[in-house]
């Protein structure tokens, strides 16, 4: 089944414990990108990558770190986690990166809780 | 930035009743998306409209894109309870060349009672 795999789904911890938030796809797909979710503000793009070792800060990238390895797995780290990075975080990928002329599938989400 | 702002940002209606949402945005487009997402849950794509069509069908839904006013609308008919969830429009930004980022706005919040 073709799917966008988060993981941890939910995850409580303490400001400044640096924690992973892994994500993967089984499409082989090019175009990877976190998104978080905030009420009232919609989806911002924190990073995207249009294939492996290609990343680039989206519209909110500040205290969060990207890489990209290998073509399925794009995982979203923050060394030192603070409380306005509570959110629930979304990564979705795409065929193809540039001339988006197909869907972007998401994943179920992680919804992260700094104290 | 945000790009498509929706409009309502909420909509209650009853079953069987028709739900238009509208979306705006800024800049040039390639296309423009509508996604769903069910409360809490990752969001999925419903239908991509290129910027050269004006109207576009999809089982129940309907989009029409007007890129003269910068602006697009969804329109569920015959609604059931099963489509309350939120609904988001995304355009890629572009700027004639290589578009990278795909731009969701705020979403519409639809409710439908049984």
């Known amino acids: 089944e073709a799917q966008v795999t988060q993981n941890p789904r939910y995850l409580i911890t303490v400001t400044g414990k640096k924690l992973t938030v892994t994500c993967s796809q089984n499409?082989?797909?090019?175009?990877m990108s976190w998104y978080r979710q905030d009420p009232g503000l919609g989806l911002r793009q924190i990073y995207y990558s249009m294939n492996v070792e290609v990343t680039d800060k989206g519209d909110v990238p500040e205290g969060y770190k990207v890489s990209r390895k290998e073509k399925r797995n794009f995982p979203l780290i923050l060394e030192s986690p603070s409380p306005n990075q509570t959110s629930l975080y979304f990564c979705a990928s795409s065929l193809r990166g540039q001339f988006f002329t197909g869907e972007l599938f998401f994943g179920e989400g992680s919804r992260l809780t700094v104290l | 930035s945000q790009q498509g702002e929706e409009d309502p940002q909420a909509l209650s209606i009853q079953e069987g009743e028709n739900a238009t949402m509208n979306c705006s945005y800024k800049t040039s487009i390639n296309n423009l998306q509508w996604y769903r997402q069910n409360s809490g849950r990752g969001l999925v794509h419903l239908i991509l409209i290129r910027s050269n069509e004006r109207e576009k069908h999809s089982g129940r839904l309907r989009v029409t894109l007007d890129t003269s006013k910068k602006s697009s609308s969804l329109l569920i008919t015959a609604s059931r309870a099963a489509d309350t969830a939120s609904y988001f429009c995304a355009t890629d930004d572009w700027d004639g060349g290589a578009t990278n980022k795909l731009i969701f706005g705020t979403g519409t919040l639809l409710a439908v009672q049984p």
């Open positions: 499409m082989n797909h090019e175009y």
